[in-house]
Nanobody
């Protein structure tokens, strides 16, 4: 069992920066790929970024590539999402998720554990 708790959301102006954190409990964190997803009002949950079990590989949605960075610290059981040059279209609830496998994946169906989400609001 893995429990995930996100933090770091908030309201910023366009062009601003936020750093999201996701603290995980459970012994399997260091063996699990992790992902960040987001869901805007009236839209489906979408993939943002993923990282494999040891942080050696990452993948990003085209809409955030070059602006967002996913990383992890297995010693702290924490995964991060640094978000630069934020745009109003980045406004959403951001969710952290843990996969059952070690390999990164963009499919939300591969993730068994989800956090409660943290709101990110970007104003123009």
């Amino acid at each position: 069992q893995v429990q995930l708790v996100e933090s770091g959301g908030g309201s910023v102006q366009a062009g601003g920066f936020l750093r999201l954190s996701c603290a995980a409990s459970g012994r399997t964190f260091s063996r699990s790929a992790m992902g960040w997803f987001r869901q805007a009002p009236g839209k489906e949950r979408e993939f943002v970024a993923t990282i494999n079990y040891n942080g050696g590989n990452t993948n990003y949605a085209d809409s955030v590539k070059g602006r967002f960075t996913i990383s992890r610290d297995n010693a702290k059981n924490t995964v991060y999402l640094e978000m630069n040059s934020l745009k109003p279209e980045d406004t959403a609830v951001y969710y952290c998720a843990a996969s059952n496998g070690a390999t990164m994946t963009i499919s939300l169906y591969a993730y068994s554990y989800w956090g409660q989400g943290t709101q990110v609001t970007v104003s123009s």
